[in-house]
Nanobody
Framework: VQLVESGGGLVQAGGSLRLSCAAS????????MAWFRQAPGQEREFVAT???????DYADSVKGRFTISRDNAKKAVYLQMNSLKPEDTDVYYC?????????????????WGQGTQVTVSS
């Protein structure tokens, strides 16, 4: 499956952004999807994941502020980010794996997008 992210940009602290990830290729509905983020020189960090049954899991740092969702008909997954903080500044990546489990480690994901930059100014 091929993944393409969009929706990143520059926003002030307290603002909102909605990231989108468009998938193509294999049947989308059977994939669990996730968002990760990474700062330069840092390890890729788990943000949120959604299973093929729309179960969700979030990192503690974003719980209550971010919402992951999916639209199987459009082959898309979204990340609604509210109450953004400067520490949310990162490159955000969409990822996919073909499993029923909610997984948090980057090594467990076989498909990745190219990333989209999110910058939150203070």
């Amino acid at each position: 499956v091929q993944l393409v992210e969009s929706g990143g940009g520059l926003v002030q602290a307290g603002g909102s952004l909605r990231l989108s990830c468009a998938a193509s290729g294999r049947p989308f509905s059977s994939f669990a999807m996730a968002w990760f983020r990474q700062a330069p020189g840092q390890e890729r960090e788990f943000v949120a994941t959604i299973s093929s049954f729309s179960e969700t899991d979030y990192a503690d740092s974003v719980k209550g502020r971010f919402t992951i969702s999916r639209d199987n008909a459009k082959k898309a997954v979204y990340l609604q980010m509210n109450s953004l903080k400067p520490e949310d500044t990162d490159v955000y990546y969409c990822a996919a794996h073909q499993s029923v489990y909610l997984l948090r480690r980057p090594s467990q994901y076989g498909y990745w997008g190219q990333g989209t930059q999110v910058t939150v100014s203070s």
